[in-house]
Every structure is written in C-alpha cells, then in structure tokens.
C-alpha cells in the first residue's frame, strides 16, 4: 500500500470523525435532571441547601425574610460567596422578588423551589412536595430499605410505593420496622434508565430519591424533557453515599423543608446536634487520643477474603460510612484508588495497617427480617476469626447496618464508650441510640431489648 | 425414426434407444441460453420476494415496537398520536413518550440493526472468513476503550453522557487506523488485517481492564451495561442524525462496489486480473465499516450477533452474490434487531433486557444450526 493511499485513507477517517464528534459536541443536550440549569455551580457552607436559605443555617423561616430585607433596605450589604443562596431566583441581585419567595415558601404556597444538587448546579422541585402526592394519588420511590428511612421520620412512609431493590427485597423487610413493606413494588435494577421512566408514569410515582450512581442520564433527559407535562421530581441529593462533602445529614434538612415538614425534620437535626454536642465535650474533655481504623464492608454473599472495605477514595463520591465514623476521633489507616473509596483489599494487607479498631459495617442484616442476630453474629465472628488468626491484636467491632444510614449516627456514642470508656459514658450512649429508635424509627422494643438486639454493636475486643 | 417406432423396435437395446433419444433432443444454444435465463429470472426475483417481504416485517414489527412500553397506548392511539405531533396538533398526554422515546429508539434500531449487517456482509466478503463481523478489526475494543474512559475518568459526570459518545467513537477509529497504518509495511492480506485486529484487539482490552479494576462500582455498572449493548442508551432524537449519516453513507457505498465485492470474493488473483486492486479495495472496506461500525456502537454499545449472523442467515435464501446479499442484510438486520428489542422489554417486563442479550441469546444457536447443517455452496 503506498504512501499516498495512506494518507488518503487517514485524511478521510480524521474528516469523518471530526464532522461527526462535531456535530455530538454541538447537538450536545447537557441537561440531567428536572427544574432549571443554568449551567452555574455554587458552593455554599451549609447544611440546607435550598434557594432562601439566606443566614446558612439549618432551617427556612422568617430570620432568612429578615436577612433579605435588610440587605435590600440597605442595613446590610450582600456577600455573593458566602450568603449565595440569599440570591432565591438567581438574577444576580437581591430584590424583593428574593424575600417575597422566601415568604411564599414559609406560608406553604404552591409553587417551584430551588435548591443546590449534587452537581453543584441549581435544580428544583415542585413545592411544597407533599401536594404533589394529591392525597395518596401520587407515590414516591426510594432506593433501597435504607432509603425508607426517611420516609418514616417524615412522617411519609405511607406514600412509597416503589422501591429499588439493592441490599434486600420488600419480601425481606422486618415488617415490624417497615409495615407492609411486602407489599411495595420493587424495580428489580438499580440503575434507572429511560426504560423505566415509563414506568414511573404508569405506577403515578411524582417522586423518586435514591443515589446519584443508579439514575442513568437516559432516564434523567427523560425526566427533564417532559417535565411540563409529568413532574417527576427527582431530588437530587444523596441519600447513602456523601457526594462531594453533601451528606445524607443535609439531604435530611433539605427534604424537610422541601415537604414543608420543618416540623418533623427538626426532631431530627436537633437528635443530630445532641450526638454531636455530646462527641465534642467527650472528646474536649478527656485526652482520648486519635485512634486508627480500617472499616471492612460485609453482605450476605461477599466473600470474606479479599474483602471490600470503605475507606477514603480518589473521587467526590465517598461512602458515607467514613463521613460518620470519623466524627469520632478516628482516622482511617487506608486509602483505596477507587473513585468512592470502595475497593477489595486482602485480609493480610488489612493486617499490615495494624489499626487501632477494624470496624466492620455491613448492609442488610439489620432490616432483614430472615437474618436473625445469631446469623450475623456468627458472621461477624468469622471474618474476626479470619484476622485473629493472622495475628492481629487490636478491637473488632461489627454493625449490622450501614453507617451512612440514618441510624448511622444513633450507635457512635455507644462505639465510642467501647473504645475510650473513660470519656464516653455509658448510659448517656445508650440513652441517645435508644432516643433515636423510639422516636425515629418503627421499633417497639425497651432499652433493655435495645441492647440486646442486632442494632447494638457487635464486639470481639480480643481473641 | 421416430420415437414411437424406436420404443416398437425391440431388437435395439435400451442403451441404443436412449442414445439415439439424447441425440435428438434440441441442446442448441438458444434454448440452453433461454433456460438459463428463465432460471436466473426466477432466482432474481426470489431475491427480490425476500428483500420486499423483510421490508413488510420491518414495518409490521416496528408497529408493534412502537406500541410496547409500561404506559398502556392503544395500538391506533399511538398512530394518531404520531400524526398530531407532525401536523403540530399535539393534545396527547404521551405524545412524549411515543414521539421522543419509542419512536427514535425503534428508528434507531432499525438504523443499527442495517449498519451491523452490512458491516458484517463486507467484512465477511473481503476477509473470506464467515467468522468476520464488524468487530474483527478491533472496533469493540477500541468503542469500548473510549467508552471506560468517560464513565471512569469522570468525562460523563462532568460533560454528560455525550462525552461517552464522542470518546467510543473517536477511539473506535483508532483499531482501523492502525492497520491502514500498518498496511505500508505489511500487505493488507486477511491474515494480515484478522491478525492486526487481534492484537489491537488484546491491547485495547488490557488497557481497559486495567482502568476498570480502578472504577468504583457505579462505574462498573455502567461499564457492564454499555458493553452488553441497548437501545435504551439512544437518548432521543439527538442520536438519530449522526448514526443515519453514517450508515446510509456506508450503505450507498456498499451498494456501489457490491459488485467488486463479488470479484474480489474469487481471489486476490482473479481480482487483479480483472483489474481490482484487491488490498486497496480490501483497505477502502475496512475504512468503511470501521467508520460505519463506529457510529453505531458509540450510540448503542456493542451489541454483538447482528453483523455475524445476518449475512449467513439471508445467504441461506438469496445466495452470496452481494448485489442482493448487500441491501437484503441490511433489511434483515434491521428487521432483526427491532424483533430482538421488542423480545428484550415484552419478556421479562417490567425489567428489560439489553438487546445485545437478547441477540446472543438469538444469534448462539442459530449460529451452531448453521453450522451443523452448513451449506458450502452458498459460502
């Protein structure tokens, strides 16, 4: 073939595959989601993450009315970078277009609400999200049993209709802590695509929440393109992993506000504050230490060896197990190279770290209704067999849950009096893991049964 | 002598009569001429049955596909909906979902399912090889190079799931590139393309595996669902005018040099002896699908089957010359992946499986009953 042929044959491929990627990349529809985009992202330093949020605090009420106004009567100036969502319809200007939404939002008027996503990108819902639903006509969809969570501290459990089926199905729910879960219908893939978005239309789902990760950009254009037509609200924030710094804690205060149940969402955030309160004065007030941890991650049918952990990842989305344990002084003693910091490691590498506790998280056990706490235990015991026998000397500790859920925070003062029992006293420990399955949660149980049960944390302190 | 007293003449044996009965018969060269070409008439519009009753299938399943979906449209609503929205008289709640996504999917399918297939009648022909098929050239691997590299990198989470598109495409071209490249030291032979192609194909994969053992699970998830190939990728209609470009162009120039396609299937040899040259034209068609080839599964994922089986399944009916094989595998094909979509969403509803799938699942065994009662005179 000669020299010539060649590059003719070269020039016609470069000339076809410039036109065309040209033409992808100009025909490039970049919307993902419902509501608007106007291609901006923001960053902001606080926990609601709502358009009227101005004061960054946790909750939309009149004190954000008031901070707009005085910016607007010239009391005070407005700083873009770090009261952004004081800007509530992103004109670039605060007016009292801004405060008179925040009013509107407050007195529960129907209408759009803004907020930032988990791209950093301004999207919105239809507001208040509970008229959406018209009184039972209109369902909600939520990823996985930990995404049912919420539901019940909002007082909205009623309304899903449809799950995700990831850890365990609906036919495998403790009904006692999800009544009538049996009877949700399940999409038996995780991801969404636009095959499903049909679905959603048939099954009057107008609301759907899950992880980032599972709604593929097919069923996201589908969503946007239609909307007008059908409001498929898709919030989108994290509901089991921490994407970019937003944890499922925000997500919470944000769903609040976003159903207008400031009410019930306050019970929450301040259960919240109160663990927090009550790390940070252990920890000011004893000289506990920063402890290392390695948190191996195990289900029904993993392998025990290697075995997936959670640890710190190369990428925005982390497993929010991480986030929670580490409000504890604890620091994590692996790093993976996997985006979300989920990654099999081999038991001998785990060994080598030699850390101070290996914390090992697991998903399923705890709503299973087939998964008895002996089984877990026996399971949990095995993997500590596994490093016992490799020589490792250090605490072993295991929850039947994942600590990105919403009980993730309940059980920490209870782990923490295990490993610095000086600090972390132990009737207040137990006294906050019981508040928060008594008031957040379905179970029915003493604090007595608390303690005996598959949420109490499972130790093997040494071989 | 007659006939007639020839079976009266008993004393000739049956052998003189038969010889003397061969010897009468009319072998002139007008009547052999007109028996020839009333076979070739017939066999010509058996061809022609085949290509026109595969165009009905297309529009009879592709009526059918465009009725399935969780949401229930009655099979005239559908229509009507179809007709309101272009005269612009939209008042259907589900125009939507008919005109922006049943519609460019099927349109799609029928786009992709004609490309492959004639992707894979070429590269059969040129490389004499009835394993052949569009991805021979390592195409897939380079697609799907490109396509890890956006969901893994983060190319899809920050520039959206086009980037996805222009990443499998342009590194899609790399594989054929390669062996253009190659071809000015090496021939442009089979052997020499196959050969080229599979070890383009080993490097691509190695690099690729390596940059999935990196992904986090959602990625690999993703990974997974592109590589088993599904129309559900097609995201509108946005994906329709790229991929229509590029196949009817490989279609038009298909057709165009169907005939040296013939030529070239007796040899490099006999090619050049009727002045073809047969590793240009070899090259010129490796181009063709690749670029071809490359617009499809960078829109589709790599559905696999299409361009393997169909050539061997419409030989079966209209024989190898490629003046017919070439625009009847693009109806089969078409018809083919349609049917095989709609299987993929019916079957195990409200699930869905990849249509890439559902044509493994297709094309396995009728590929082995192929085999087992393989016809040589029509490869």
């Known amino acids: 073939m000669d020299q010539k042929s060649v590059i003719i044959v070269a020039a016609v491929i470069i000339a076809v595959a410039i036109v065309a990627v040209g033409f992808m990349a100009f025909n490039n529809n970049g919307g993902s989601g419902s509501g608007e985009d106007d291609g901006r992202t923001y960053t902001i330093n606080t926990e609601l993450r709502v358009f009227g949020n101005a004061n960054n605090d946790k909750y939309l009420n009149s004190a954000d009315v008031t901070f707009i106004k005085n910016i607007v009567d010239g009391k005070s100036a407005w700083n873009s970078a770090e009261n952004p969502l004081a800007d509530v319809n992103a004109d670039g200007k605060i007016t009292s277009k801004d405060y008179e939404m925040v009013q509107d939002y407050i007195d529960g008027k129907t209408g759009t609400m803004y907020y930032v996503d988990w791209n950093k990108q301004r999207s919105s819902v239809d507001y208040p999200l509970t008229n959406v639903l018209e009184n039972g006509t209109y369902g909600i969809h939520s990823m996985f049993s930990t995404g049912l969570d919420w539901l019940i501290i909002l007082g909205l459990y009623d309304n899903v209709t449809y799950m995700s089926n990831g850890d365990i199905g609906p036919d495998d729910l403790d009904l006692e802590l999800y009544p009538n879960a049996d009877k949700l219908k399940v999409f038996k893939d995780i991801r969404l695509t636009s095959d499903h978005y049909e679905t959603f239309i048939n099954e009057k789902i107008k609301i759907t929440m899950g992880d980032k990760r599972w709604y593929d950009d097919t069923f996201l254009k589908a969503v946007e393109d239609n909307f007008g037509k059908y409001n498929l609200n898709v919030i989108k924030l994290p509901m089991n992993r921490t994407v970019d710094g937003i944890t499922w804690e925000d997500t919470m205060i944000t769903l609040g506000v976003m159903f207008n149940l400031q009410n019930k969402s306050a019970g929450y955030i301040k259960y919240i504050e109160k663990v927090d309160a009550a790390i940070e004065t252990a920890i000011a007030s004893a000289d506990v230490g920063t402890k290392t941890y390695i948190m191996p991650y195990t289900a029904p049918g993993y392998d025990l060896n290697p075995m997936y952990v959670d640890a710190h990842g190369s990428g925005p989305v982390l497993m929010a197990d991480v986030y929670t344990i580490e409000k504890l002084p604890l620091t994590s003693a692996v790093s993976v190279v996997t985006a979300d910091g989920f990654d099999a490691v081999e038991a001998e590498t785990i060994i080598k770290y030699n850390p101070n506790a290996l914390i090992i998280s697991s998903f399923g056990y705890a709503s299973s209704k087939s998964m008895t706490k002996e089984q877990y235990v026996d399971h949990f015991q095995d993997i500590a067999d596994i490093f016992r026998d490799m020589g490792y000397t250090g605490l072993i500790y295991g929850i039947a849950f994942e600590n990105c859920t919403m009980a993730g925070s309940a059980f920490l003062l209870t782990l923490a009096h295990s490993i610095w029992d000086d600090a972390f006293d132990e009737d207040e420990a137990w006294a906050l893991m019981y508040e928060y399955y008594h008031n957040f949660t379905n179970y029915k149980g003493s604090l007595s049964d608390l303690k005996d049960s598959k949420f109490a944390v499972w130790e093997n302190l040494w071989y | ?379």
């Open chain 2, 1 to 379: 002598m007659s006939e007639n007293k020839l079976e009266e003449d008993h004393i000739l044996s049956a052998d003189v009569i038969n010889s003397v009965k061969d010897w009468n018969t009319d072998y002139s060269d007008d009547a052999q001429f007109a028996d020839t070409v009333k076979d070739y008439k017939s066999s010509i519009v058996k061809k022609f049955i085949f290509i026109a009753f595969f165009l009905v299938v297309i529009v009879v399943v592709t009526s059918i596909a465009i009725t399935v979906g969780a949401v229930n449209i009655g099979f005239f609503e559908v229509y009507e909906i179809i007709w309101q929205h272009l005269t612009g008289n939209i008042v259907s709640d589900y125009d939507y979902i008919v005109f922006e996504m049943r519609l460019p999917r099927v349109v799609a399918g029928i786009i992709a399912g004609a490309g492959l297939a004639i992707c894979g009648v070429i590269m059969q022909s040129v490389l004499k090889n009835p394993l052949a098929d569009p991805y021979t050239t390592g195409v897939s691997s380079g697609a799907s190079f490109g396509a890890v590299i956006a969901m893994t990198l983060g190319f899809t989470a920050a520039f959206g799931s086009n980037s996805l598109v222009i990443l499998a495409f342009a590194f899609s071209l790399v594989p054929t590139m390669v062996i253009a490249m190659m071809s000015r030291f090496s021939n442009a032979s089979p052997t020499t393309v196959i050969m080229a192609g599979i070890g383009i194909m080993y490097i691509f994969n190695a690099v690729t595996t390596v940059l999935m053992l990196w992904a986090d699970s959602s990625a690999l998830n993703q990974i997974f669902y592109w590589q088993t190939g599904s129309l559900a990728l097609i995201k509108g209609w946005e994906s329709i005018p790229v991929m229509f470009g590029v196949v009817l162009f490989g279609v038009v120039i298909s057709m165009f040099i169907s005939g040296k396609l013939n030529v070239l299937a007796t040899g490099d040899d006999s090619a050049k002896a009727l002045g073809i040259n047969a590793d240009r034209m070899r090259l010129l068609c490796l181009v063709l699908t690749g670029i071809v080839s490359a617009a499809v599964v960078s829109y589709t994922g790599l559905i696999g089957f299409v361009g393997l089986v169909t050539p061997h399944i419409v030989r079966m009916f209209i024989g190898a010359d490629n003046r017919y094989l070439v625009p009847a595998s693009a109806i089969f094909g078409a018809a083919l992946m349609i049917v095989a979509d709609v299987i993929g969403r019916v079957i195990i509803y409200p699930s869905a499986l990849p249509v890439g799938v559902v044509m493994s699942f297709i094309g396995g065994p009728i590929f082995l009953w192929m085999v087992i009662r393989r016809n040589s005179s029509a490869w």
